[in-house]
């Protein structure tokens, strides 16, 4: 098994440009998630899915949308890039809703200028 | 909603000395608390949880302890080795059903040989 695969792992963006991260997951996870990290912030959770479908917000959700219409994928999308997006983003999973272990990409390192 | 303090933000041990890292959470219904380390470059892995249920639980060199009363939760390393270095981040959510785990901005630990 990968885990959870991350795409691109850089990316550098004007701003209002618009792109899409990628995650994927092959260990049949129902939930996924995006965090985005920040120094001295922590981890701060952006959307999350708990099975292909659905979808909620997280904590920072404003300016992302993400869709999941199967198990295996959880992209996110920045419609029209800003300055303050830039960070390092991390796709995360875990089984289920039981099940409370995550398991992280390697994250993609996000500049927006 | 729930929000995460840890302390120190960074610390710098020698090695076999020990390291205590200390988190808060604010939310009385949480009641699981993951710590995870995340090395230079990688995404964050858990390292070892506790429930609300239990007030301290020991894996090899490192332990949790739990005091649900003051809402505090600690990871403690000891005998710690250079290839402890690391950040760990502490985190809190809600056992079955809770699906945004919060977490904490984070403790950079350097381990002097």
């Known amino acids: 098994n990968a885990g959870v695969t991350q795409t691109p792992k850089f990316q550098v963006l004007k701003t209002g440009q618009s792109m899409t991260l990628q995650c994927a997951q092959d260990m049949n996870h129902e939930y996924m998630s995006w965090y985005r990290q920040d120094p001295g912030m922590g981890l701060r959770l952006i959307h999350y899915?708990?099975?292909?479908?659905?979808?909620d917000q997280g904590e920072v959700p404003n300016g992302y949308n993400v869709s999941r219409s199967t198990t295996e994928d959880f992209p996110l999308r920045l419609l029209s890039a800003a300055p303050s997006q830039t960070s390092v983003y991390f796709c995360?999973?875990?089984?289920?809703?039981?099940?409370?272990?995550?398991?992280f990409g390697s994250g993609t390192q996000l500049s927006v200028l | 909603g729930e929000n995460v303090e840890q302390h120190p933000s960074t610390l710098s041990v020698q090695e076999g000395d020990s390291a205590v890292i200390k988190c808060t959470y604010s939310?009385?219904?949480?009641?699981?608390f993951p710590w995870y380390k995340q090395e230079l470059g990688k995404g964050p892995q858990l390292i070892i949880d506790i429930r609300s249920n239990v007030g301290e639980k020991k894996d090899q060199r490192i332990a949790v302890t739990l005091n649900k009363t003051a809402k505090h939760f600690s990871l403690h390393i000891t005998e710690t080795q250079p290839e402890d270095s690391a950040v760990y981040f502490c985190?809190?959510?809600?056992?079955?059903?809770?699906?945004?785990?919060?977490f904490g901005a984070g403790t950079r630990l350097f381990v002097k040989a």
């Open positions: 995360a999973s875990r089984v289920d809703a039981t099940n409370e272990k995550l398991f």
């Open positions: 985190a809190a959510s809600i056992h079955t059903g809770g699906f945004k785990t919060i």
């Open positions: 899915s708990v099975g292909a479908g659905i979808t």
């Open positions: 939310d009385s219904a949480s009641n699981y």
